[in-house]
């Protein structure tokens, strides 16, 4: 079974820095998916950045990028200059890929809590 | 992407009775998600409806105390039975994109409290 570990319960940064977020997972798939999503007080869980695993090309959206190691199972998300509404719950995300279907489910990490200090 | 409602957004139930939650999908999708977030926790994979057959249920959950409906290719409903404290929780609804099915999307999700 595949397995996202988020190591980080709680992270912290200046607003306007730059912070790294952990995340690791286990699969014996080679073709699969990750995600970061945001979950902010209101609960609704948004989709922050995706990353196909056949791409070697970190995905980047605007302040937001990964750090995708395929060969060590790892996939970071940097947050730059942070802002007062990047405060959230973060999830890390797998999923594994069936061709182009929508077929399988998300399997999370536990969460980081990112407060963002003005 | 898609859009998802779910309903209701909140609610606060009496213990030993059953609440059911809808979700409804502006696009035709295959399969739809049911997910359960505890308090301060992650989500958790409640069960997997496909359209015409029966839902398929993780390790842990079980047909009888969340029965899932999947009438059609843009609805369905999960319903928590006979509830305890316990099952206080966020439920949330999810689909694969129509259009791009490598991501997944979230209703706003249904936050029950059982007193």
């Known amino acids: 079974a595949q397995t996202v570990t988020q190591s980080q319960p709680e992270m912290s940064v200046q607003e306007a820095e730059t912070v790294t977020l952990s995340c690791t997972y286990d699969?014996?798939?080679?073709?699969?998916?990750l995600f970061w999503y945001k979950q902010p007080p209101s609960r609704q869980m948004i989709l922050v950045i995706r990353?196909?695993?056949?791409?070697?090309q970190n995905a980047t959206e605007n302040r937001f990028s990964v750090n995708f190691q395929k060969a060590a199972k790892s996939f970071s998300l940097k947050i730059s200059d942070s802002q007062l509404g990047d405060a959230a719950m973060y999830f890390c995300?797998?999923?594994?890929?069936?061709?182009?279907?929508?077929?399988?489910?998300?399997?999370f990490g536990k969460g980081t809590r990112l407060s963002v200090i003005a | 992407s898609a859009v998802i409602s779910q309903k209701p957004s909140r609610d606060i139930c009496q213990r030993g009775t059953s609440l059911t939650i809808q979700c409804q999908v502006d696009?035709?999708?295959?399969?739809m998600f049911w997910y359960r977030q505890q308090p301060g926790q992650s989500l958790t994979l409640i069960a997997t409806?496909?359209?015409?057959?029966?839902?398929?249920?993780e390790s842990g959950f079980v047909i009888d105390k969340f029965p899932i409906s999947r009438p059609n290719l843009t609805f369905s409903t999960l319903t928590v039975s006979n509830m305890s404290p316990e099952d206080s929780s966020i439920y949330l609804c999810?689909?694969?994109?129509?259009?791009?099915?490598?991501?997944?999307?979230f209703g706003e999700g249904s936050w029950l409290t059982v007193v």
């Open positions: 409806a496909n359209q015409g057959s029966e839902a398929t249920y």
């Open positions: 696009s035709q999708v295959t399969m």
């Open positions: 995300a797998y999923r594994r890929r069936v061709g182009n279907s929508g077929n399988t489910p998300l399997v």
């Open positions: 699969t014996s798939e080679s073709d699969y998916y």
């Open positions: 999810s689909v694969a994109g129509r259009l791009s099915g490598n991501t997944i999307y």
């Open positions: 990353q196909e695993a056949y791409k070697q």
